[in-house]
């Protein structure tokens, strides 16, 4: 008779320990069975995380700035803060090629507090040059839920006391991550009162319960999502979303901002839609953070957004 072979203890706690990885990551009150394909995964996975983990000490990490514009009148309203990773190897990543990775891993929380903190030196900086610019930072759900994330902005804020905490803004992704909205609104609650900070709605229209969002969360503005600006002369779609962004903000008395807008030609619809307040490549793109005082200086709206009206 084949002999079965022992089973080695440690690669058995191992195992259930990831498939009870695997499980918590699809929610609560879930199980899952390990199974090989899973490990693999997880084992590249958490390479991928130790990667950044020494990417952070490395200093490889570092925030762009993209401006934000009333494109009827020219005035930049802020800048979004976004990560890059310069990879010593490869080239400058995007978020999209490292962040995902990190969904419900607590290193997002320590990248998440590395990217609060720079973009405050970076605010405190820019005030040494006579430049006051409103900072928008992304929040990933999981850092917002953090027991002591207010406090812990508070302490922040208080380490750069020349910086009037109403200049920062913290971007919250509508999304499934945020479905526990009593949470969330609370700590929105509190860190609105405790430190003066707002909120926005980040990529608004890509979730499934935008008008419970609207309810329930105490943000001040809605950024809507880039998503609704492609093809937007064919897409009546689009159109027609886009427009009832822009009502429902009114109607829950919402500041209202729109991104992605790569064109002239859609910075023209947007005017007329009644939605000046944008962000996107024909304002500018990200960039590194000393180009930003170049392009405050030489920043004019396009010509053909001058002179157009909110049409009814
Ligand atoms: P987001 O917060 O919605 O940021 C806007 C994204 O759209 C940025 O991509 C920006 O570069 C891009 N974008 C801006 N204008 C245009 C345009 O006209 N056309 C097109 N096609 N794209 C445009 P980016 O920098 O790659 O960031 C992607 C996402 O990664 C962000 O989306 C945000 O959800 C996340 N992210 C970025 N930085 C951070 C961070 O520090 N923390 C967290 N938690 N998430 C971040
Ligand atoms: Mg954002
Ligand atoms: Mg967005």
């Not at 310069?86 to 990775?101: A, C, I």
């Not at 902005?153 to 109403?166: E, G, S, V």
């Not at 803004?169 to 526990?180: F, S, Y």
């Not at 600006?229 to 886009?242: E, F, K, M, S, V």
């Amino acid at each position: 008779m084949p002999q079965k072979k022992p089973v080695d203890i440690d690669i058995l706690i191992r195992q259930a320990d990831q498939a009870m990885y695997q499980a918590k990551l699809t929610g609560k009150a879930q199980y899952r069975i390990f199974n090989a394909e899973d490990g693999n995964k997880l084992r590249f996975k958490y390479k991928l995380i130790e990667g950044m983990s020494q990417a952070l000490k490395n200093a490889e990490f570092c925030l762009y700035y993209q401006p934000k514009v009333n494109m009827q009148t020219g005035k930049v309203l802020g800048v979004e803060a976004l990560i890059r990773w310069q990879h010593p190897t490869k080239y400058l990543l995007e978020p999209n090629e490292f962040l995902p990775v990190l969904a419900g891993n607590p290193f997002m929380i320590v990248l998440g507090n590395w990217v609060l903190e720079n973009a405050l030196k970076q605010m405190e900086h820019w005030l040494t040059q006579g430049i006051k610019l409103k900072v928008s930072v992304n929040i990933d759900s999981l850092q917002l839920q953090e027991d002591n994330f207010c406090n812990n902005l508070q302490n922040l804020l208080a380490k750069h006391p020349t910086i009037n905490p109403k200049n920062l803004e913290l971007e919250l992704l509508e999304g499934g991550e945020l479905n526990d909205l009593k949470i969330t609104s609370k700590v929105i609650d509190k860190c609105q009162a405790a430190c003066g900070v707002s909120f926005t709605l980040d990529d608004f229209g890509t979730g499934f319960s935008s008008l419970t969002y609207l309810q329930k969360l105490p943000v001040t503005t809605i950024k809507i999502a880039q998503n609704f600006i492609q093809d937007l002369h064919n897409n009546t779609d689009n159109l027609a979303t886009i427009k009832g962004a822009i009502k429902l903000a009114e109607a829950f008395e919402l500041g209202v901002i729109i991104e992605g807008i790569d064109t002239i030609e859609h910075g023209e619809v947007l005017i007329k839609m009644g939605c000046p307040q944008a962000q996107g490549y024909a304002i500018a793109r990200p960039m590194p953070s000393e180009e930003l005082p170049a392009w405050l200086e030489t920043w004019q709206t396009p010509s053909a957004w001058n002179n157009l009206v909110t049409e009814p």
